[in-house]
């Protein structure tokens, strides 16, 4: 299995992290993308991920599996270790629903904020911007932070009393938010708290 992606970026951040808690990161073959130079919207990589995002895998029949969610899904079932995803109904359930909170609320809402109302990556690959739109996305992000402190009042992970895809979306969105300089409110403590607990974890160390 080959996976394209940009180390330190948020969403390839989500793969480096399911595959190390599964103990798999040297059973796969990094591939770097030069996404400062544009390699994820050219034709060539298009017609692979027509996504033309980080990042995407290639298994070994050639076919490629885009969006972190899908990806996390077939690491989840190919590769032995804890589970990440629920294995009854309502944990998976569960999982999903938060996961997809994380994920737009925080992942997409800071990208948001970061492409439209900052520098972002620079004029070339910032062909487009709406400021407007950016600074509602940081309203979200920091919503969405009050909201997850609060499931964090009760719950030990954010899908219930196990770690899950949804705590590594949850973490690598507020690396992003650390980076686009969206920080955690200090009275969200149970947030602050928990990626504290986060960050102990080797998957989640670099």
Known sequence: MK??????????????IALAEKGATDQVEFMPVDVMAG?????AY???????????????????ISQCTAITEYI???FEGPDLI????????KVHMMNLRAEAGLVDAVGAYFHHATPGLGPDLETYQNTDWGTKKKEVALD?????????????????????????????????ADFAKVDIPEDLTHLIAWRQKMATRPSCAN
């Not at 996976?3 to 480096?16: K, L, S």
């Not at 629920?86 to 359930?93: D, L, N, S, W, Y």
């Open 46 to 64: 298009k017609q692979r991920n027509p996504d033309a995002t980080v990042p995407y895998i290639e298994l070994n029949d050639g076919s490629c």
């Open 39 to 43: 390699e994820h919207r050219t034709d």
């Open 144 to 176: 969405t932070m009050r909201y997850l402190d609060g499931v964090l009042t009760t719950d030990q992970y954010l899908a219930g009393d196990k770690f899950s895809m949804a705590d590594i979306t949850a973490f690598a969105g507020l690396a992003f």
């Open 76 to 78: 989840n079932g190919t």
């Open 86 to 93: 629920g294995t009854t109904p309502i944990e998976r359930a």
């Open 3 to 16: 996976v394209f992606d940009i180390e330190g970026f948020p969403n390839p951040a989500r793969v480096r």
